[in-house]
């Protein structure tokens, strides 16, 4: 079945304490995104990588880290978290063709205390 | 710049009517189209989708109709049930940029018996 897995599903943090959600698809997509959504905001795109070892910012970088060893998994990496940081995360791969559809994965609520 | 306007919501409707999101946007070249659904707890599906000017795309009884004069895609369904209850997302993507794609904030949609 084709999938995008992240993980945890939900976790509570304290600021400053370094974490890691991880993010992994089975459908051998080159492009890959992390978005977080936020009410009366949409979602919106924190990273997305092209391919593998190619990384680049999207509208709201601030704080986060991505990398991109394998084609497969696309980690999300909060080096020192804030309560605004607070929000639901979502990771998302797609075809690299015109129209191809973005697979999202179930998302991960965070909570930064 | 790249950009998606949707409808504010919430939205409540009884059981058979009509719906009509709005959903305009903003984009350099030539875009493709998406309208998503989340149900509660969950990520984002695609519920339909469309490539070029003028194209239609359909789904589980919605519409939408790529319109490049009035830079449009308003999703349309004649008859909405309980189950359609929802946030629905309009969205674009642009190939040959990470094929990123920009979301406009979700119109959340309740239907009552």
């Known amino acids: 079945e084709a999938q995008v897995t992240q993980n945890p599903r939900y976790l509570i943090t304290v600021t400053g304490k370094k974490l890691t959600v991880t993010c992994s698809q089975n459908m051998n997509h080159e492009y890959m995104s992390w978005y977080r959504q936020d009410p009366g905001l949409g979602l919106r795109q924190i990273y997305y990588s092209m391919n593998v070892e190619v990384t680049d910012k999207g509208d709201v970088p601030e704080g986060y880290k991505v990398s991109r060893k394998e084609k497969r998994n696309f980690p999300l990496i909060l080096e020192s978290p804030s309560p605004n940081q607070t929000s639901l995360y979502f990771c998302a791969s797609s075809e690299g063709l015109r129209g191809g559809e973005a697979f999202f994965g179930q998302g991960t609520r965070l909570t930064v205390v | 710049g790249n950009s998606v306007t949707q409808m504010e919501g919430p939205v409540t409707l009884s059981e058979e009517a009509f719906l009509t999101i709005n959903c305009t946007y903003t984009?350099?070249?030539?875009?493709?189209l998406f309208w998503y659904v989340q149900y509660p707890g969950e990520g984002l599906q695609l519920l339909l989708k469309?490539?070029?000017?003028?194209d239609k795309g359909s789904n589980k009884g919605f519409e939408a109709t790529y319109r490049k004069e009035t830079t449009s895609f308003h999703l349309e369904k004649g008859s909405v049930q309980v189950s359609d209850s929802a946030v629905y997302f309009c969205?674009?993507?642009?190939f040959g940029t990470g094929n990123q794609f920009y979301f406009g904030t979700g119109t959340s949609l309740t239907v009552i018996p």
């Open positions: 969205a674009l993507s642009r």
């Open positions: 469309a490539t070029k000017a003028d």
């Open positions: 984009a350099t070249g030539y875009p493709s």
